[in-house]
């Protein structure tokens, strides 16, 4: 058999009362898109006997691979198991060998699980493919029938992914027929309209091109039929040359992420002073496992006097220009450039909302200011959005101040070295 | 007509590539939902005629309304306004009223859009009530055919959702046979266990209740029949009751409006140093609009050297006991006190991950300590999951440890005052 086209069922009441957001289809679209081949469609149906049936029945007869997350459980919610030895006319049998390893998953982390449990989830589908699951005590099943083949997996994101990458792509990888491949390069600096003209203005070998815009950065995808793999390689090193230096690092693929690795190369330090986004600067650059080397800290000086206290704002300035504007901005800086040790330095304050506009600094109204050295850029800013979407923006924009500065110093230097 | 059955249809290749997370679909769940009725089925497709014209045709023979989200753009790309007019054979006509409306919405950005994409977006579905979109440009419609409605909403959250709230809902509301009532309690600091017990030691007249478990709260959701409104009041009331303390303010469900309720009701002012989770707790604090009256700021002591400088953890503490100890957090504490003016503290150091990790102090481990005055509440925590998941936590561990210390004291208050 030959896998082209894959479907996916996901099942749980959760997902379509709005209790759990389903961030499974968005990862598993990614890795299908990996394997060279595109999600055809999805459906979520409640814990419903005929809903899902339907949905089984429906995957089986279009898709050659039909994937159903969900449902694995050990409580009566839980009928994906019945379901799919309905649809596809086997039985279900209890397992010894799955039991053992439920208690042995059980055991190490001194879990109490009821008999019950252990049993539900002991039943296997015979004729299928056991798929163990090492993060969790539901295992998987792998069912081939005729031409077709439907995947039973658990819901929980870490137990999913897990069993996607160590037991479903091994099997399926034999099988698949890859319609494409594709190479992928993240922007940021620079807006869309500017990434798809430099993109464009290289030789793009007649492979298509695609971009999505995000509010970090903006992807540009490249596209080529499965034995084109040289050229694609060739076209997309043109084109991440030619967005050079916008396009982020292929190993540093975030704005943190790429932020450090400048700081890394230029053997800086990093310290942050934040009053509107309260702390989501700091909590964006540590995300990146190894800040530790220029990441040092931060300061939430989200009252007035603790941006007096403790990073020397005038009171005066505060008074005089208000908390949002560029006068403080620039204190911020100041203040934490002096006083804490680091070379360079982000601060922000601005209106989040929703309350606190006004007619001059209406809501999403922010002033975002970065140090290097003795440098200093503050630039002024009017986000769209909720409290949530201003904070957000506010990040990336204070990260990619400081990458373009850290950038620029860079090319600089190439300058001055070539001259 | 009447409208008992709700699904959803979203189309889009960003979904099913994974470039975008459905959030749509759980928001609108829970809208739903909160009209009394549930969500049916949704299915994802992409941009394609045939899927989404099988799609809609299903949509239509299954439920009494169907929402489509998605593919009111100007491109090529965008369907389903070809596509319902094809489903459901009505004529598409230009509108020189939405083309006035979008021309209004574009001149009030200074947005600048090529005509095409105007003319686009103008057409209108001859039939339908046209939804304008005070947030973008693409309108909305409402397709009601024989005993069946079919409605178009653009993609973009903030269209989408201002768009249910304020087009679609007065039109469903008339029409709509709600299924249920239902009332909800929010709980944190006990685990769901006890929970369950709780409240189900509590007269609950025959109502069916659910809960739902979250790494922040557990939610115990109580369901009744529409007439039984005034049961249900009585019901919720009793199990909050029941719950108490442990039961979140209706007015402050989260961990984080939770603890600044407390602090506002007891006039304490808190302060942070976060090693670990690099300012994450402030942004979780800071979420919440209105906490400028009671979180003053922060330390994102991320170095050593930071936590020595700023915090005045002793050298010696750190090089005898590491900075993931309960002596280091407890020094971080009273730095924050002493040094910064809070009355309430939270401190939190731990290993993140994925590196960093000893036989003695695995990836995972977690010293959260919190000071409300001179008390001091020192716990460790060994949490599982990956760098994003473990500092997730230690954000809710630390918000619950301080939301019980603050809860404990109201109640010795309560009890004084009593005797």
Known sequence: MTIRTVEVICTGNELLLGDTVNTNLAWLGQQVADWGARLGREVCVPDDRNALTEAMRDGLARADLTVVIGGLGPTQDDLTRPVAAAVLGWELAPSPVVAAA????????????PEAAIAAQSEVLEGADVLPNRNGTAPGFWCAVDDRVLVLLPGPPPEFETMVREQVWP????????????????????????????????????????????????????????????????????????????????DAPTLAAAVGQLLQAQDLTLGTAESCTGGGIAAALTDVSGC????????????????????????????????????????????????????????????AGPTGGTAEKPVGMVVVGTAVGSDREIRVFQFRGDRAEVRRRTVFAALGQLRMTLLARTLDLTTINHA
């Open 292 to 351: 530790s080397t220029y990441f040092l800290g931060g300061v939430v000086s989200y009252a007035n006097r603790w941006k007096e206290a403790f990073l020397g704002v005038p009171g005066e300035t505060l008074a005089q220009f208000g908390a949002v504007s560029e006068e403080t901005v620039r204190a911020m800086l100041d203040g934490l450039l002096a006083h804490y040790g680091v070379d360079c330095g982000i601060a922000v304050s601005g209106v």
């Open 102 to 113: 439920i208690r042995a998953f059980l055991a190490g982390r001194r879990l109490n699980v």
């Open 171 to 250: 099997r399926v990888q034999p099988l698949l027929e890859p319609q494409f491949i594709r190479a992928e390069i993240q922007v940021a600096g620079i807006p869309e309209s500017q990434v798809a003209t430099t993109t464009e203005s290289v030789d793009l070998a007649g492979l298509a091109v695609g971009y999505c815009a995000k509010p970090e950065r903006i992807t540009v995808r490249i596209e080529a039929a499965p034995k084109q793999a040289a050229t694609l390689a060739a076209v997309a090193a043109r084109v991440r040359a030619a967005l050079a230096p916008y396009a982020l690092p292929e």
